[in-house]
């Protein structure tokens, strides 16, 4: 049973910083895509970013230069380094994982959630 588990959510001043970490557990041979993604209330939940196998990132106009996304594979993991950030960030955000266990085709979990809150 493979399992994404989030931390590091919490409150945090406008122009603050958090770093979430989601890490993967469970029978994994193979980690395709990591996305982070964020969900705010009365809104669709929105892609934030994208990591590949390779390294390879994208980002969502609203957070480049402020969000960093990355990953240790031995460990892994994925992380988001939210620098700057404002109100409108504010929301649960949700790690996803394509990941490949015993059989050869790549499956998407996901993680439960953490909560992110921008207030003064």
């Known amino acids: 049973q493979v399992q994404l588990v989030e931390s590091g959510g919490g409150l945090v001043q406008p122009g603050g910083s958090l770093r979430l970490s989601c890490s993967a557990s469970?029978?994994?041979?193979?980690?395709?895509?990591m996305i982070w993604y964020r969900q705010a209330p009365g809104k669709e939940r929105e892609l934030v970013a994208i990591i590949t196998i390779g390294g390879s990132t994208t980002y969502a106009d609203s957070v480049k230069g402020r969000f960093t996304i990355s990953r240790d594979n031995a460990k892994n993991t994925v992380f988001l380094q939210m620098n700057s950030l404002r109100s409108e960030d504010t929301a649960v955000y949700y790690c996803?994982?394509?990941?490949?266990?015993?059989?050869?085709?790549?499956?998407?979990?996901w993680g439960q959630g953490t909560q992110v809150t921008v207030s003064s």
């Open positions: 996803y994982a394509a990941i490949r266990g015993r059989s050869d085709a790549y499956f998407p979990y």
């Open positions: 469970g029978s994994i041979f193979s980690i395709g895509d």
